[in-house]
């Protein structure tokens, strides 16, 4: 009687074994969050995320890109949602300068699993973006002129390659700058409702030679919110001119939730 019970206790131990490892082993192999939605800032379109898209896709990753309508806060928030709600499970959101702020708002959406802000602005609830570009003096190279009649705010061509895509070449930032959206300066005055890096994982990327949103500014919010910084040397474009390295963190973004 005694071998037989030892005989089961061992027979039980290796069984038990066995579930532990194979679900171990599944834990670590469980799929990652293969979403990701990229939103482009004020001066500039969609067609800036071709190098990571390319870099994403390679990986598998289900890449979507929003165009914003630069209309508005609300208008922009709007067009990412839609891109959201088509998602087919958990979604990485990346902003990049004025895209920060709307994905801070956006990122309420509940396929949204984490935030990655690139170069980006991160206002609080009740804050807007304004305010905090005010917060430190703007680079001698920054290019952002004041609204026109209509109230579209655009970048000085004298200033874009030197205070938008320093680390370009001049024939790709004379592209950005003729592809650049019509942004409706109204919405950096337009506050956050709800700040959706307060309940969701926040990676934050600091381009170190940025001359639009200077990295005093970057640092400062990314600091105030707990978000996970990554320091890349580039300029404000970082995701042109270092989209391997900008990868590198929205993928770790995908595998750490």
């Not at 870099?55 to 289900?62: A, F």
């Not at 309508?69 to 990412?80: C, Y």
């Not at 200077?214 to 890349?232: D, L």
């Amino acid at each position: 009687m005694k071998t037989i019970f030892k005989s089961f206790l061992a027979f039980a131990v290796i069984i038990f074994s066995l579930v532990f490892t194979t679900a171990n082993v599944n834990a670590q192999t469980a799929p990652q969050i293969k979403n990701v939605v990229l939103v482009h800032g004020a001066f500039a379109d969609g067609s800036g995320w071709k190098g990571l898209y390319q870099i994403l896709t390679k990986k598998g990753y289900n890449v979507t890109i929003v165009q914003n309508p630069l209309s508005s806060l609300e208008d922009d928030v709007k067009a990412t949602n839609l891109a959201l709600d088509k998602q087919d499970g958990p979604t990485i959101l990346v902003g990049h300068s004025w895209g920060g702020t709307v994905i801070t708002e956006a990122g309420n959406h509940p396929k949204v699993a984490a935030l990655v802000y690139v170069a980006a602005l991160q206002p609080d609830s009740g804050e807007n973006s304004i305010q905090w570009l005010q917060t430190a003096p703007p680079a001698p190279e920054n290019g952002v002129l004041p609204p026109d009649d209509k109230g579209i705010a655009y970048y000085d061509k004298a200033k874009f390659h030197a205070g938008f895509a320093g680390d370009l070449s001049k024939e790709d930032a004379d592209f950005m700058f003729a592809s650049q959206g019509a942004f409706h300066a109204q919405g950096f005055g337009t506050p956050i409702t709800k700040a959706a890096w307060r309940t969701k994982p926040s990676y934050g990327i600091v381009a170190t030679e940025d001359k639009s949103i200077v990295p005093s500014i970057q640092y400062a919010m990314y600091k105030r919110s707990n978000t996970k910084i990554t320091e890349i040397k580039g300029s404000h474009v970082v995701f042109i001119s270092q989209p391997a390295k900008v990868a590198d963190v929205i993928i770790a973004a995908s595998k750490k939730l």
